[in-house]
């Protein structure tokens, strides 16, 4: 069941830090779970050099990843659209493979240093300034909006550098004969310059109207196509969180009690501006602080010891809520103008300056009396909303219709006539309705109200009042679809009349441009064709590189059609492109690294005693797939 993926290698920390964190879930947004414990949950799914993968651990991986991913698309995403997408079968093998590469590193000993590792991460081009300067405040700001800790940040880092030296032994056993390299240098590189001649049946211009035969004809063989949809009538009466919330009324009392319940909330945070740098050890941090404790100006030391530019001092505004790492709460104890001697983080030493401190401001009743309301509503429109949509439901169960729930409600009800599963009327026009609605209105039972049915945050309920069924429309409605099907036949006749004039002129010598102009085809001369290039169609460039020189060729592409007279080529000669021949060679060497760095890797889950217990998997996958198909039912 373990597959270890080619691009696998190209996961480790040097592709970036997304990336990695993309692939160290475990750590991301706290270990709240969405789906609950399950059945044999400290049973082995799989067993590395001893050390199990629990049942629990993979729950929590997909449930951390479920997480994540809805941070990261800023919208939903559950565990339902996990499994449907087969992220499962991804998830677990990543974290098979995952635990075989440390598994491998831990046996062979292999060890990344402390300070590798910070200045790693340290050249990492998302933590870096326009001049390449590591960016404190790009970092902490990204600490913060993954919700990692600098500790398991740095841990990660560490696990993947370790592992990544395993694909990188793999790249560097691995040769590429010059010979081979040659070879394919010389296809990949060969140019070709061809006359090119476009006809686009769809510009062609064709007069007249099909007769009657020719519209019989037509008519037979677009029967399929012809075919009117069911369409549909139905009255829908709504149900909105908008209608819920306009009938919700909240007393001045109530709403004066939640603000004194929660008066901090609502006051703005103290803003501290903020100067630092950053030193690699504690003896340069000293002897930069003791400089400053004797006067000499905070922006010259920075140059002179830190070497940081005035742009690369400045962390900019900093509140308690967002200020992260071991040196915030000294920044908000130090006083206006204060230098905090050197605090120790997990990359250095930092000296910090407070430059300007603006106080929290407290409001007052009367600035937040609007918001406060405003979300008291929305957060019980919802209740509300639900609830009202029982009662309405079991209104509608005990036999009333939606004209009589209506009027005593005052709910809004519309009229729907004649629209088809598309939301199209019988004109062709669209219908503003939603796919819910549409849904429902093809699925239930005519002259019956619908349950109530949730639609995103509203509810609805519906009764189809009639049916019209699918039919083969007559030919007097079908002219449009006959004369489209007669014009487009023609045009493909007279493009084909134009590429046979091209071919014969084209043949007798001919001038390009003077066919161009005779038969209205678009020219041009195309120069350093390569057998890898865009500038064509892939089979029309196959037909380039594989036919004799100065041979026409036709060749139909999606909806035009070309016409081809290679003139000349040019050959490649890789002795006089040395740098681009040693591209080529790593390239390839890279690709069959790869092949490698997976040989190798199976070769370690062998030996280190890999074993994927099949059973408990499979229930662990069953139980996550149940699980989301009953949460669906209810």
Same mark, same amino acid.
């Given at each position: 069941?373990l597959? $270890?993926f080619r691009?696998?290698?190209?996961?480790?920390? #040097?592709?970036?830090?997304?990336i990695?964190? +993309?692939?160290?879930?475990? &750590?991301l947004?706290?270990?709240?779970?969405?789906l609950e414990?399950?059945?044999?949950?400290?049973?082995?799914?799989?067993?590395?050099?001893?050390k199990? !993968?629990?049942v629990a651990?993979?729950?929590?991986?997909?449930?951390?990843?479920?997480?994540?991913?809805?941070? #990261?698309?800023?919208?939903?995403?559950?565990?339902q659209?996990?499994v449907q997408?087969? #992220?499962? !079968?991804?998830?677990?093998?990543?974290?098979?493979?995952? &635990?075989?590469?440390q598994?491998?590193a831990d046996d062979?000993?292999?060890?990344?240093?402390?300070?590798?590792?910070?200045?790693?991460?340290?050249?990492m081009p998302m933590?870096?300034d326009y001049?390449?300067?590591?960016s404190m405040? +790009?970092?902490?700001?990204?600490? &913060?909006? #993954?919700?990692?800790? /600098?500790?398991?940040?740095?841990?990660?880092?560490?696990?993947?550098?370790?592992a990544?030296?395993?694909?990188?032994?793999a790249?560097?056993?691995?040769i590429?004969?010059?010979?081979?390299?040659?070879?394919?240098?010389?296809?990949?590189?060969?140019?070709r310059?061809?006359d090119?001649?476009?006809?686009?049946?769809?510009?062609?211009k064709?007069?007249?109207?099909?007769?009657?035969?020719?519209?019989?004809?037509?008519?037979?063989?677009?029967s399929?196509?012809? !075919?009117?949809?069911?369409?549909?009538?139905?009255?829908?009466?709504?149900?909105?969180? /908008?209608?819920?919330?306009?009938?919700i009324?909240?007393?001045?009392?109530?709403?004066?009690?939640?603000?004194?319940?929660?008066?901090?909330?609502y006051a703005?945070?103290?803003?501290?501006d903020?100067?630092?740098?950053? $030193?690699?050890?504690?003896?340069?941090?000293?002897?930069?602080?003791?400089?400053?404790?004797?006067?000499?100006?905070?922006?010259a030391?920075?140059?002179?010891?830190?070497? @940081?530019?005035?742009e @690369?001092?400045k962390?900019?505004?900093?509140?308690?809520?967002t200020?992260?790492?071991?040196?915030a709460d000294?920044? $908000?104890?130090?006083?206006?103008?204060e230098?905090?001697?050197?605090?120790q983080t997990? $990359?250095?030493w930092?000296?910090?300056?407070v430059?300007?401190?603006?106080?929290?401001?407290?409001?007052q009743f009367?600035d937040?009396r609007? /918001?406060?309301?405003?979300k008291?509503i929305?957060?019980?429109?919802?209740?509300?909303?639900?609830?009202t949509?029982v009662?309405?439901?079991?209104?509608?169960?005990?036999?009333?219709?939606?004209e009589d729930?209506?009027?005593?409600?005052?709910?809004?009800?519309?009229?729907?006539?004649l629209?088809?599963?598309?939301?199209?009327?019988e004109?062709?026009?669209?219908?503003n309705?939603?796919?819910?609605i549409l +849904?429902t209105?093809?699925?239930?039972?005519?002259g019956?109200?619908?349950?109530?049915?949730?639609?995103?945050?509203?509810?609805?309920?519906?009764r189809?009042?009639?049916?019209?069924?699918?039919?083969?429309?007559?030919?007097?409605?079908?002219?449009?679809?006959?004369?489209?099907?007669w014009?487009?036949e023609?045009?493909?006749?007279? +493009?084909?009349? %134009?590429?046979?004039?091209?071919?014969?002129?084209?043949?007798?010598?001919?001038?390009?441009?003077?066919i161009?102009?005779?038969?209205?085809?678009k020219?041009?001369? %195309?120069?350093?064709?390569?057998?890898?290039g865009?500038?064509?169609?892939?089979?029309?460039?196959?037909? %380039?590189?594989?036919?004799?020189?100065?041979?026409?060729?036709?060749?139909?592409?999606?909806?035009e059609?070309?016409? %081809?007279?290679?003139?000349k080529t040019?050959?490649?000669?890789?002795?006089?492109?040395?740098?681009?021949?040693?591209?080529?060679?790593r390239?390839?060497?890279?690709?069959?690294?790869?092949?490698k760095?997976?040989?190798?890797?199976?070769?370690?889950?062998?030996?280190?005693?890999?074993?994927?217990n099949?059973?408990?998997?499979?229930?662990?996958? &069953?139980?996550?797939?149940?699980?989301t198909?009953e949460?669906?039912?209810?």
């Amino acid at each position: 069941m373990l597959k $270890f993926f080619r691009d696998q290698k190209n996961s480790w920390l #040097m592709k970036g830090i997304l990336i990695l964190t +993309a692939l160290s879930f475990v &750590s991301l947004f706290g270990s709240g779970r969405f789906l609950e414990k399950i059945p044999d949950e400290g049973k082995a799914v799989a067993k590395v050099a001893g050390k199990k !993968i629990t049942v629990a651990q993979f729950v929590d991986e997909v449930n951390h990843n479920v997480r994540s991913l809805s941070k #990261m698309m800023q919208k939903p995403f559950t565990v339902q659209d996990a499994v449907q997408s087969g #992220m499962l !079968i991804s998830l677990f093998n990543q974290m098979v493979s995952r &635990s075989v590469m440390q598994a491998a590193a831990d046996d062979l000993n292999l060890t990344v240093s402390d300070e590798t590792v910070r200045k790693t991460i340290g050249q990492m081009p998302m933590f870096t300034d326009y001049d390449g300067s590591f960016s404190m405040a +790009a970092y902490k700001q990204y600490l &913060s909006d #993954m919700g990692l800790s /600098e500790k398991r940040f740095v841990d990660d880092a560490f696990l993947d550098m370790r592992a990544q030296q395993l694909t990188d032994a793999a790249q560097a056993a691995t040769i590429t004969p010059a010979g081979i390299a040659e070879m394919v240098y010389r296809l990949q590189n060969e140019k070709r310059t061809a006359d090119v001649f476009t006809v686009t049946p769809a510009d062609l211009k064709i007069k007249g109207v099909p007769g009657k035969a020719d519209q019989e004809r037509l008519y037979k063989e677009l029967s399929d196509e012809l !075919i009117a949809p069911e369409y549909r009538t139905f009255t829908v009466m709504f149900l909105t969180l /908008e209608d819920v919330s306009k009938k919700i009324k909240i007393s001045e009392e109530e709403l004066q009690e939640v603000f004194n319940e929660n008066k901090d909330s609502y006051a703005i945070e103290e803003i501290r501006d903020v100067d630092q740098m950053l $030193f690699a050890t504690k003896q340069e941090a000293d002897e930069a602080y003791a400089a400053l404790q004797k006067g000499q100006d905070f922006m010259a030391v920075a140059k002179k010891y830190a070497n @940081q530019t005035e742009e @690369q001092t400045k962390l900019g505004d900093l509140t308690p809520s967002t200020a992260t790492g071991d040196w915030a709460d000294v920044v $908000f104890s130090a006083k206006k103008g204060e230098i905090v001697a050197p605090v120790q983080t997990a $990359f250095g030493w930092q000296i910090l300056r407070v430059n300007k401190i603006t106080p929290k401001v407290e409001k007052q009743f009367k600035d937040v009396r609007d /918001e406060i309301e405003q979300k008291l509503i929305a957060s019980m429109a919802y209740d509300t909303l639900t609830e009202t949509a029982v009662a309405l439901d079991d209104r509608f169960g005990a036999g009333e219709t939606i004209e009589d729930v209506a009027a005593s409600t005052g709910y809004p009800v519309r009229k729907y006539t004649l629209v088809d599963p598309a939301g199209t009327d019988e004109n062709g026009k669209k219908i503003n309705i939603s796919k819910m609605i549409l +849904a429902t209105a093809f699925t239930s039972d005519p002259g019956r109200e619908s349950p109530m049915t949730e639609d995103g945050s509203d509810f609805f309920v519906l009764r189809v009042d009639d049916v019209k069924e699918p039919a083969l429309k007559p030919i007097e409605k079908s002219q449009k679809e006959i004369k489209a099907a007669w014009t487009a036949e023609k045009q493909k006749e007279k +493009a084909q009349e %134009i590429t046979k004039t091209i071919e014969r002129d084209l043949n007798k010598g001919i001038d390009p441009k003077t066919i161009a102009r005779k038969t209205g085809a678009k020219y041009k001369r %195309i120069d350093g064709l390569t057998r890898r290039g865009a500038q064509l169609p892939a089979s029309a460039t196959y037909q %380039i590189f594989n036919r004799p020189l100065k041979e026409i060729i036709t060749v139909p592409a999606q909806s035009e059609y070309l016409v %081809i007279k290679t003139i000349k080529t040019a050959p490649a000669d890789p002795k006089k492109d040395q740098i681009g021949l040693a591209e080529l060679r790593r390239l390839m060497r890279e690709q069959t690294a790869g092949e490698k760095s997976d040989a190798i890797l199976a070769d370690f889950a062998d030996y280190l005693g890999l074993t994927i217990n099949e059973e408990t998997t499979q229930k662990a996958f &069953s139980y996550i797939t149940k699980s989301t198909q009953e949460e669906t039912d209810e």
